[in-house]
């Protein structure tokens, strides 16, 4: 007899926020703080049923990601022809195609919460880096792209609710996390590495279907 497996495909979308990690120019130091940036993630996958309660997904999204550091400098006044101290801030910002591929379990009786982990790899489309000092109206952006690898790796979690609006649509509410494992920028001094981290929360339109096997 034919078992009826569910599948579901789904898009979403929503606000993120990330970090940098690993060197002295995006980490918390004497002379650098470091301010999460604001972003957002979008993007579509498909959850294929394994058996009851296990599943697995396969997607694409895209994620505009990276971080703010403060950092406090010595500059030369015109006008007063001294040298004070000032801030600078640099806004790092990353844009990318992210592959997720999670093994996901539902819980209780409903299976509307649903926890996933598995890896990611992503794609660098363009990163920049803007230096906006706080004692100058002057603001430069430079493209730093070709300083960075052109992949990220690293482990994706997710925790989701569903909610039915229908027989075969339901909306979702997901926390998911994409934690960047590689250093993509291999030009730094010994020792120091550069890190991802995004956390976006994400609001999903899901419509299931179901195929005998």
Known sequence: MATKRRSEFQIFAGPSIS????????????????????????????????????????????????????????????????????????????????????????????????AGIGPFISYLKKQTKARNPSFSAARELTDETELNTKFDFGIIATVSFSIPIGQKNSLSVQLTNTLGLINIRPNLYTGQVMKTNNTSLLIGLNTKRKKNE
Request: net charge negative; aromatic share 16%; glycine share 8%.
């Open 19 to 114: 970090f940098l990690r690993g060197n002295l120019e995006v980490d918390n130091t004497n002379q650098n703080e470091r301010d999460p940036k604001f972003g957002y993630s979008i993007g579509f996958k498909l959850v294929t049923e394994i058996r009851k309660k296990l599943s697995i997904s396969y997607g694409l999204m895209f994620e505009k990601k990276g971080s703010i550091s403060n950092a406090t400098v010595t500059y030369f006044d015109e006008t007063d022809q001294t040298f004070k101290q000032g801030l600078v801030e640099y806004d790092f910002e990353y844009d990318y195609f992210t592959i997720p591929t999670q093994l996901y379990y539902s819980i209780g009786s409903t299976q509307r919460i649903s």
